[in-house]
């Protein structure tokens, strides 16, 4: 299962995006995550579903500086990728 999720909120400045790879990495995820120029964080992870549906959770709290506003998400067609990177 591959998804694309928008979070949207203060997640920029705030390890944000290194919060997500690790939390990605400790639940067997690959993909990739980056910043947006809106402000946003955008991410695309492939694994399973469970483990999908974790990576979801801990997006919507996020790290202890963040502050979540919502979290937008899409189911894509699966895709291949190893391990989990930051994208500049």
């Known amino acids: 299962m591959t998804v694309e999720f928008v979070i949207r909120g203060k997640v920029q400045g705030v390890g944000y995006r290194y919060f ?3 939390a990605a990495k400790d639940l067997g995820l690959t993909g990739w995550v980056m910043n947006r ?6 991410l695309q992870a492939t694994g399973s579903a469970s483990a999908i549906a974790a990576l979801k959770e801990k997006c919507l709290a996020g790290p202890r500086a963040a502050v979540v506003e919502g ?17 500049r």
């Not at 120029?37 to 955008?42: C, I």
């Not at 979290?71 to 994208?87: A, T, Y």
């Open 37 to 42: 120029q809106d402000g946003n964080v955008l």
């Open 20 to 22: 997500v790879r690790s």
């Open 71 to 87: 979290l937008d998400e899409q189911v894509l067609p699966e895709e291949k990728c190893e391990g989990f990177q930051i994208r």
